[in-house]
């Protein structure tokens, strides 16, 4: 009587801790995951013939472990779960569950379908939800979608192109195997890299898989939610997707130095990054901002930034990244020049800064050893004409800043004046028999590298016919011979810079000529 209570007993607590071990206290949510990931994901569970009630109950025991930690809903994670059997179901889809008291309620109340395993079909209905336009809007259509698979590997079908259709669509695809066979099937169907996206388990020890699936699904849906934007010397942006959007609550953003060393940015979510000791500022923001500015940090500096969403309802993490400012830059930072003549140029300068300029002297001289001039300018100007210069003349430019500090920066350039380039004083033409003329010109003396002469025929019998040819600067005449009818003579003093302005006339004669030359 004794053993055989005792026995019963025995029976009764191996019942009951297989019980809790299918229904255990779910562990707090690891850190880093909530409030990490923007996108949809559909769980495709095998529940045909193959799977026995307790293998079910301890796939949606997993399943449940592993969504436990993500934020669902609009802006968070979607999940969706497809079961596989003779006539596949969808059990729920994205937008169903936007809580996770919704979600681990219906994953405890799913009943498994028993017959084929029809993953085919499955597949096709996969298809057709994890494909479909997010919003009305399309505003979630370029989120990530992932879709995981979890069987027993008996009889998987023809699912390999099925699944190729899906990838080539952007669809990640990860596989949990609790059976040991159709390796290479399964290895094909999955999102490489095969080793982070493909797993099998026994069915008992699932739970050893939990954090590399989670790990994997968080790399492929983990959304930006913490950025920085127009940083400068002493600003920045900070935005953030709103997290609390429609919930009682308010943002606390903290940011400080970071002494530690480091630059750069990065963001992301988790453990908050070290500000020195407690030298952080504090601000707030309400529940419906997405984003504040960040004033008053010092030039060429690593900050730290912690953005805490507060609501009673919902728990968030922490929100982190880091960022550096621009090294200050001291005007004068650059001086370009513009409008170059030939007795004038300007000059021009920047920064702007009248708050710590209090004003500017501009120098220049010709070089080597011209006479130095001096220019002085108030704070707000950052550009000037220089006037009564040389022409074809080099000059060096000084731009001096005197800041209230005390300082000065300055910055010097060259500049080239333009070269005179006088034009052509008088050009001539003389009739010298039927296809003939001479050509008489005056020119300037002073710079000239020669003159460069072209004749053109302007009537449409002898289009096409041209010529072009340099003359030393001592020739003030030549002669062309064997023109066409009403032929077109330009001459153009050329210069060291430049080509003067030309004069043209047209040769009075009458020639059935084809050929044509010239004679000096």
Known sequence: MYSHMLTWMMKVVLVVCSLLRLSSPQSPAPEGVLNCCEGDVLFLVDSSGSVTSYEHARMLSFLSELLLPFSLGKDQVRVGLLQVGTKPRLEFGFDRYITQNGLQGALKNI???????????????????????????????????????????????????????????????????????????????????????LHFVDLDDMSIITKDLRDAIIEIIRAERLYIQDVSTNSASLHWRPVLSGLPGYYEIRFGQVHTGGGGSGGGTGTSPSIGGSQY?????????????LTGLKPDTTYSVNLIPESNELTFNTLSTTFKTKPEVVSPAVVTISDSGQTSVRVSWGPLQPETVTSYYIEYSALPRGNLQVIT????????????????????????????????????????????????????????????????????????????????????????????FYLPPNSLSTRLMHLPPFARVCVSPIYRTARGDGLCCTAQFHSDALGYGFQS
């Open 377 to 468: 300018l108030d704070q707000t100007q950052n550009s000037t004409v220089l006037r009564n210069l040389q022409p074809d003349t080099t000059y060096l430019v000084t731009v001096t800043a005197r800041h209230a500090s005390g300082k000065e920066k300055a910055m010097s350039v060259k500049v080239c004046t333009q070269e005179v380039t006088p034009g052509l004083a008088d050009l001539q033409l003389t009739t010298v028999g039927s296809d003939s003329v001479q050509v008489d010109w005056k020119g300037s003396v002073g710079g000239l590298r020669g003159y460069w002469l072209t004749w053109e025929a302007r009537q449409s019998s002898a289009t096409g016919q041209r010529s072009s």
């Open 281 to 293: 500022q504090r601000l707030t923001q309400p529940a419906e901002s997405n984003s504040i500015k």
């Open 111 to 197: 009943r498994p379908l028993r017959g084929d395993t029809n993953t085919v079909d499955a597949l096709k209905m996969a298809k057709e939800w994890v494909l479909q336009p997010r919003t009305p809007d399309g505003a979630r259509e370029s989120l990530p979608r992932v879709l995981v698979w979890l069987t027993d590997g008996i009889k998987p079908g023809d699912v390999i192109g099925p699944m190729a259709e899906l990838r080539q669509q952007g669809v990640a695809v990860l596989v949990v195997s609790t059976g040991h066979s159709n390796y290479k099937v399964l290895r094909e169907v999955v999102t490489p890299p095969v080793e982070n996206h």
